[in-house]
């Protein structure tokens, strides 16, 4: 929630457990939800991020984005929802350029 609002957007959080997001942000009247992730499990390179809820995954018609915090390098990735298309586990690697979701690290423009 701090680094989303030092970024400049607007940050609420659902009352409860009533919301399948965490928060709700906006910038110019545009509310976006998001559901927030992180991970320390790494194997070989990659860290391995768990993005379902109740077994299942996400949905569009649930949540706008992912925000995965990669703890060990403090890097987050800002992933849209139709960005991994249904899958349980991100594979994420911060040090490669050429992986699947570099493009999204620290990507807050996509919120804006």
Request: with cysteine; aromatic share 12%.
């Amino acid at each position: 929630m701090t680094r989303a609002a030092k970024q400049g957007l607007m940050v609420s959080k659902p009352w409860g457990e009533s919301a399948p997001y965490d928060l709700m942000l906006e910038c110019r009247g545009r509310g976006l939800r998001v559901q927030v992730k992180s991970t320390s499990c790494k194997r070989n390179n990659l860290y391995f991020c768990h993005v379902m809820s109740r077994r299942v995954s996400y949905s569009k018609s649930e949540v706008d984005f992912i925000a995965a915090y990669v703890v060990p390098v403090e890097v987050w990735y800002i992933i849209p929802i139709n960005a991994f298309g249904g899958q349980g586990d991100l594979a994420l690697a911060p040090d490669c350029e050429t992986s699947k979701y570099y493009r999204y690290q620290e990507a807050w423009q996509l919120l804006m």
